[in-house]
């Protein structure tokens, strides 16, 4: 029973310092980590402050460089998401060839080498938010599936006639 009591205290105290990492993390993302007084990015900042909390999609453009990732996890951070992953993926880092199954998973069989299903990326930030940096640099086969997934919220892994349902903007 002694152990019992000290593992459900530890638990206690696991859980609560993990709210207070959480609350700490969040205050990193708040409005004012988004420093400057121009017009036109007081402009954006309203823009964002708009979008945290809509159901659909964001598209961010800029170029290399410009904070997109920083205002994504804003958004993220100051939407009812906020509680769960916040995912960033740069498609540039990863090699065309193999993108498709780090996004989209594959099943066992799917090619040569598939010896076991592989879980998919985009199912990792499921309840939260993905941010899919450098989608220009991606084929537009691939974009176009990726569009199917914000559409229709399902993704197919490699291999597979069966789509599966996820919930991420």
């Avoid at 459900?8 to 400057?36: C, H, M, P, W």
């Amino acid at each position: 029973i002694k152990q019992i009591v000290r593992n459900a205290l530890r638990q206690k105290s696991l859980q609560s310092e993990n709210v207070l990492l959480k609350r700490e993390l969040g205050k990193d993302y708040d409005f004012t980590s988004i420093i400057g007084e121009s017009a036109a990015l007081k402009s954006i900042i309203d823009e964002v402050k708009k979008v945290a909390d809509a159901r659909s999609s964001v598209l961010l453009l800029g170029e290399t460089g410009t904070g997109k990732e920083l205002f994504a996890r804003v958004i993220h951070h100051n939407s009812s998401r906020r509680e769960m992953p916040f995912v960033p993926i740069n498609c540039s880092a990863i090699p065309e060839n193999l993108l498709e199954t780090e996004l989209f998973g594959h099943v066992r069989g799917a090619f040569t080498g598939a010896v076991a299903t592989k879980k998919r990326i985009l199912e990792d930030a499921e309840g939260g938010t993905v941010f899919l940096d450098e989608i220009g640099d991606m084929s537009l086969a691939l974009q176009a599936k990726l569009l199917r997934v914000l559409e229709d919220q399902v993704i197919r892994p490699v291999g597979s006639t069966k789509g599966i349902k996820v919930d991420i903007r």
